[in-house]
């Protein structure tokens, strides 16, 4: 049988204290419990150096439904824009489609490891408003998903400069913090990069999503997360509140979980040094993976990669021969599906059509 440290029991014991009834099976406050509230609190605090409050988190089922009700929220009509990234992860525009808005694309630039340039937000932002749509957030998904990458600090300044000033609310998918695989980038979060340029609630509206389900523990099934909003006045406050109250409230497993995750074992803990050996395990494991990978991409014939710096995802780019484009012509199909089948005919490996950026001209990237 396992050994259950000290601390571990101890920690079953405090959970259940901040439980009414001391038992999970019964409906929690709508935000999720308030002691786990305030362990996640302190936990962003450790984190980024400032300030966190219990009563800006949102305990959800996985950082989905949180990114809905922030979508529901936002989206009054096919005439607001939600800024996403290109390539995304799905969830955004099918959120996005759900609740009747339109999704607004802004381009990661490959040649420079899937870079977020302000500029292309500037021209996207000025195209959308010429078509008559008003633009409402920003979708910012760091460490990249599904494209890897980890943002610089100054270029998330520049990122929280511009949502500043456009008055547009900054969505930051920040679900694989704990990925991060290159030694000369760090995790920052978009909180703590806005407070550290003196930007406080008054100034800037920033929703940070975190899920259960990412990072080393990977507990999917268990459906934990909350979103951190910061920066939005008591009356639009109420508003969430009310959204989140027709969910009654999350799971507790998921909530108590969530709570775990931003608040692991502490140095002098008798849990530590297993806890520790355990994630360091998982996420070298993961990083040896990513840099076989990236390296088999790389001696291909066709096939290009960026360096995989975070999350859990590779982005190859594939350039087809003339010859390939000719045969799709001929066999009337588009060069990435004729290539695609091809492949799942040979392989029976599947291309996620989810991630298609662009096929011109016989350059896919996926």
């Given at each position: 049988m396992h050994h259950l440290g000290a601390d571990a029991i101890e920690r079953a014991w405090q959970i259940l204290d901040?439980?009414?009834g001391r038992a999970t099976g019964a409906y929690s406050h709508s935000q999720g419990i308030k002691g786990l509230r305030d362990t996640i609190a302190a936990g962003i605090e450790a984190r980024d150096g400032f300030p966190a409050d219990?009563?800006?988190?949102?305990?959800?089922?996985?950082?989905?439904?949180?990114?809905?009700?922030?979508?529901?929220?936002?989206?009054?009509?096919?005439?607001?824009?939600?800024l996403c990234p290109i390539p995304q992860y799905p969830l955004y525009s099918a959120s996005i489609a759900l609740h009747g808005g339109t999704l607004v694309p802004y381009y990661l630039d490959e040649a420079t490891g899937w870079g977020l340039e302000v500029s292309e937000l500037k021209k996207q932002l000025?195209?959308?408003k010429s078509k008559g749509?008003?633009?409402?957030?920003?979708?910012?998904?760091?460490?990249?998903?599904p494209t890897g990458q980890v943002l610089a600090e100054d270029n998330q300044r520049g990122i929280v400069e511009f949502c500043k000033q456009e008055g547009l609310i900054l969505l930051a998918d920040e679900v694989y913090q704990e990925n991060v695989y290159v030694p000369e980038k760090k995790f920052h979060s978009f909180k703590k990069v806005a407070r550290s340029m003196g930007y406080g609630e008054k100034d800037i509206s920033i929703?940070?999503?975190?899920?259960?389900?990412?990072?080393?523990?990977g507990e999917c099934g268990k459906r934990g997360g909350y979103m951190e909003v910061t920066g939005f006045g008591p009356e639009i406050r109420e508003q969430i509140y009310k959204v989140a109250s027709v969910n009654l409230c999350s799971n507790i497993s998921g909530q108590i979980l969530a709570s775990l995750v931003m608040s692991p074992p502490k140095v002098g803990d008798e849990s530590?040094?297993?806890?520790y050996a355990e994630k360091d395990g998982i996420l070298s494991s993961l990083m040896r993976r990513a840099k076989t990978l990236e390296?088999?991409?790389n001696n291909l014939e066709g096939?290009?990669?960026?360096?995989?710096?975070?999350?859990?995802?590779?982005?190859?780019?594939?350039?087809?021969?003339?010859k390939a484009i000719k045969a799709a012509e001929a066999a009337k199909t588009a060069p990435d599906n004729f290539y695609c089948r091809r492949l799942l005919n040979a392989t029976g490996i599947v291309f996620r059509s989810w991630f298609w950026l662009w096929a011109d001209s016989g350059h896919l990237a996926f």
């Open positions: 901040q439980i009414p219990p009563n800006d988190i949102f305990l959800t089922d996985g950082a989905s439904p949180a990114v809905h009700m922030m979508m529901q929220l936002l989206i009054r009509s096919e005439k607001d824009g939600i000025a195209d959308t749509i008003t633009p409402r957030a920003v979708v910012v998904i760091n460490p990249g998903n929703v940070s999503f975190q899920s259960v389900s990412k990072g080393y523990y530590y040094e297993s806890y390296d088999a991409f096939v290009t990669c960026n360096k995989a710096e975070g999350a859990m995802y590779l982005f190859p780019c594939i350039r087809l021969p003339e």
